[in-house]
């Protein structure tokens, strides 16, 4: 019997929601696997608690994310908890990316069956690519450190030669497990980057190639910002894994997202050495919250992309791809603004059924 401890954190707005179907799916998954035990561990942290106690996050469960196997995370914060200096108080990416070292942001933007792309013509799977967003440097290191008066202010991108390599290495490694790109099967790694313009980023892509000449078995190559995002809509059946510094990934991963069936089908992981989180991508979408409407398989399928991180491949497997036979089969159905047509309860049951191999 293989134990894992696990941090969950239910969040606000539509989080526990997604939560609780999460937390469904990974007990069919452990009934189906009697050599897997997950001990769930429930923690509050986000806007919820900011408003109830004053701080979003406790040292408790800082601790325990810190000896934790994995920790799982639905979204948090709410638009009306502000901090004193008016912004938002519930959010957690700074204090956990940052606190846990947490440097690789692995966003994975896949077409699923059932799912209607707003780029015609492509297959279930045609779309397959993974973002990695740096996560601890680039622009967002300069997050509310903003220097200048009312007239001007400046924020300053950082990128270093060791936080370039240990993000870039990551990405290599990762298209060494996949399949290739669609298109051509080719295990590919991008560098996406503004060197024309910007110093920082003509570092950043010296420090690609230089990674890249340890894997001779991935073709490397580099594109500019702009034109990757025209590539991202015209050809994105090009891409296996692309790598890129922090703002730029939060940008392209979220265009990722519209064309493979919107938010609520991405997952995400943020990774490190020692430790690692996995969340949905989005926020956590007060205007739905509470009408079980949300589709739930974004956080279901960071539950998967946790499994796979602690060693666990069959049952993230298994949890894949019983969320791409229930899209298949039609009993998972989405509106065109990416909400659950019968309901979030209708897709966590179907999900289930598929890992109990009830279907
Ligand atoms: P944040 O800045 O915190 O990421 P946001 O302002 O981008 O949040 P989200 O909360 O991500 O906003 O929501 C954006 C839109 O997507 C909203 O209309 C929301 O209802 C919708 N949405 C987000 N997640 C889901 C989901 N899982 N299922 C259905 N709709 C969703």
Partial sequence: MKEYRIITIP?????????????????????????????????????????????????????????????????????????????EAGLLGGVLRTGLDLFANMRPVKLYPGIRSPLAGYEPGGIDYVVIRENTEGLYASRDKGVGGPEAVADTLIITRKGTERVVRFAFELSRKRNGAPEDGVRRVTCVDKSNVLRSMALFR?????????????????????????????????????????????????????????LGMCPSGNIGEKFAFFEAVHGSAPD???????????????????????????????????????????????????????????ITEAVCARVRGEI
């Fill in 206 to 262: 010296e420090v690609f190639f230089e990674v890249a000449a340890d894997y001779p078995d991935i073709e490397a190559e580099a594109v500019y910002s702009d034109a990757c995002a025209n590539h991202l809509v015209i050809r994105p059946a090009h891409y296996d894994v692309l790598v890129m510094e922090n703002m730029l990934g939060d940008l392209l991963s979220d265009l990722g997202g519209a064309t493979a069936g919107g």
């Fill in 11 to 87: 969040g606000d707005g539509i989080g526990p929601e997604l939560m609780e179907s999460t937390i469904a799916v990974l007990e069919a998954v452990q009934e189906m696997n009697g050599a897997l035990k997950l001990n769930l561990e429930e923690h509050e942290a986000g806007a919820g608690r900011y408003a109830r106690y004053g701080k979003r996050i406790s040292d408790e469960t800082l601790q325990a994310c810190h000896e934790a196997d994995g920790i799982l995370k639905a979204p948090v914060g709410n638009p009306a908890v502000r901090t004193p200096e008016g912004t």
């Fill in 288 to 346: 739905i919250a509470g009408q079980g409407i949300a589709n739930p398989l974004s956080l279901i399928l960071s539950a998967a992309l946790m499994l796979a991180h602690i060693g666990e491949s069959e049952a993230a497997n298994q949890i894949e791809t019983s969320v791409w036979g229930a899209l298949e089969a039609g009993e998972i159905r989405l509106d065109n603004k990416g909400r659950a047509v019968d309901g979030s309860q209708a």
